[in-house]
């Protein structure tokens, strides 16, 4: 069982940061649709107004409380939580599509006021779907922090007022997630996310335990050729490097979704099921429109990785779904750590 | 011939090398984790709050007005980012939940002689201490 405290995350603790995107990178982050209008404006850092946003927008609750918690804050708090749409910071990429394990700025503690705070909780709710959402993206409501939300970040890009790009970013120990009302067009989640819980993946007490759990059915659902096409001995690149999408001609580890029988595909999407359950109706259904215009389930492969951490009780220190402009990376050893990419290519 | 090339292939790095560092006099620093924006890395426990100082709050300060919401001139407790809760709590000599003109200008007095550091989990050091 694992007893350390939110904090004290050795795994996380690094000399690195966890999630540099280099240039060649984030154009293998982000919809292709976006690339293109994206690349001439990479370098531009200046304040001026964020570009328009698709036509066909229509306002939604929770871009609302985007617009809401931006006209609460006052102009000191604007100058430490508000960016211009392709702010990069003392990177060369824009800081909005990063994936972070931390506040990456200002904590909301030392920035926003009680009721801004609960604003900011608001919003997040409403990116979740219902309490059992609620309960996964908080790890229940401690948000694997020192004090809860208060060590998080949350932050804006762009200009969420009018029809100008937007995008709210809220980063924390294990969490990167977004609310851009479609801003990047042919996206979903507004970029990569991330999330983790400082347990055993294993464990019950991991609040993402049943979605391992999930995956696990589906191997013991495999037949044993099947089986051994499936398992990868190493792991997947950690960190980063996971949520950048799979070069045209590679070969994708695992099995292949045109290999599984119908009733093993319909377990697989079982698990898509279960790992989109935590977000919001709007992003679920960005992410499966995404699948089908990149190909469907069957191009999407299943891979489960083993290592020296791994045993039988414990047997995949990774599991991975990927496909075209599709990751989904789980690590479950020896804790959750979980990086995401969804794009249409 | 392949001297002059080598000579001129340093030359050009020396000269691009500084002319990158004349454009960022100020570098920062590498390492701990990402934080485009921020002026530094964060080291540590990626879960841990800021440690906050006197010279956060001071900081804070001089910017009241913005957080004076109901422009009643006194800054309460609650206009006030809840992680300097402690730090408010010292200032607030009175103990009537908000910092008037004469208690802010207390804590804006630069402090003599000791810094100041407090979280969430620290008691922190009086302010009268700090004024003194």
């Known amino acids: 069982m694992n007893t350390i405290s939110p904090v004290d995350c050795q795994d996380c603790v690094g000399p690195a940061p966890i999630s540099t995107v280099d240039r060649r990178g984030f154009f293998r982050l982000v919809g292709g649709a976006a690339v293109g209008s994206l690349a001439s404006r990479l370098l531009v850092n200046d304040a001026s107004a964020a570009p328009l946003r698709p036509v066909d927008h229509v306002a939604k609750p929770t871009e609302e409380l985007v617009r809401e918690f931006y006209a609460s804050l006052n102009p000191?708090?604007?100058?430490?939580?508000?960016?211009?749409?392709?702010?990069?910071?003392?990177?060369?990429?824009?800081?909005?599509?990063?994936?972070?394990?931390?506040?990456?700025?200002?904590?909301?503690?030392e920035t926003l006021t009680k009721a801004q705070r609960e604003l900011v909780e608001r919003l997040m709710m409403s990116m979740s779907s219902g309490d059992d959402g609620w309960r996964k993206i908080t790890r229940n409501g401690g948000w694997d922090t020192n004090d809860g939300i208060l060590s998080c970040g949350a932050y804006v890009f762009g200009d969420p007022e009018g029809d100008r790009k937007f995008s709210f970013l809220f980063t924390g120990h294990h969490l990167t997630m977004r609310c851009d009302g479609n801003s990047e067009p042919n996206t979903a989640f507004?970029?990569?996310?991330?999330?983790?819980?400082?347990?055993n993946g294993y464990s019950e007490r991991n609040v993402f335990n049943e979605q391992t759990r999930k995956v696990m059915g589906v191997f013991d659902a495999l037949n044993a050729d099947q089986q051994k096409h499936a398992i990868i001995d190493g792991h997947p690149a950690n960190r980063a490097d996971t949520v950048f999408f799979p070069t045209e001609g590679r070969e994708l580890p695992g099995i292949c979704g045109t290999d599984l029988s119908a009733d093993q595909k319909g377990l697989i999407e079982g698990v898509l099921k279960d790992v989109l359950a935590p977000y919001r109706e709007e992003d679920v259904a960005e992410v499966m429109d995404i699948v089908r215009a990149n190909g469907g389930m069957e191009k999407i492969h299943l891979a489960f990785y083993r290592d020296t951490e791994t045993s039988e009780k414990e047997p995949w220190s990774y599991w991975r779904l990927e496909g075209p402009g599709f990751v989904w990376n789980f690590?479950?050893?020896?804790?959750?750590?979980?990086y995401v990419s969804v794009a249409k290519v | 011939m392949k001297r002059v090339s080598l000579l001129t292939a340093l030359t050009v790095l020396t000269v691009a090398f500084a002319t990158a560092h004349a454009e960022d006099p100020k570098p920062r620093p590498r390492g701990g984790f990402d934080r485009p924006l921020a002026d530094t890395p964060r080291f540590g426990n990626p879960g841990a709050s800021p440690k906050l100082t006197m010279v956060d709050f001071r900081a804070l300060l001089e910017h009241w007005v913005d957080f004076d919401a109901n422009k009643n001139q006194l800054l309460e407790k609650s206009e006030v980012p809840e992680l300097f809760g402690k730090i408010f709590d010292e200032a607030d000599l009175?103990?009537?939940?908000?910092?008037?003109?004469?208690?802010r200008t207390l804590v804006m007095q630069p402090a003599s002689t000791t810094t100041h550091t407090t979280t969430a989990t620290t008691p922190p050091v009086p302010v009268s201490a700090a004024a003194k």
């Not at chain 2, 009175?94 to 208690?103: K, Q």
């Open chain 1, 190 to 199: 507004g970029g990569p996310i991330f999330y983790g819980h400082i347990v």
């Open chain 1, 76 to 109: 000191f708090q604007r100058t430490q939580l508000v960016f211009p749409w392709n702010y990069t910071g003392a990177g060369d990429t824009p800081a909005r599509l990063g994936v972070y394990n931390t506040a990456i700025g200002k904590a909301i503690g």
């Open chain 2, 94 to 103: 009175n103990r009537d939940g908000a910092l008037d003109e004469h208690e």
């Open chain 1, 331 to 338: 690590r479950v050893l020896p804790h959750v750590h979980t």
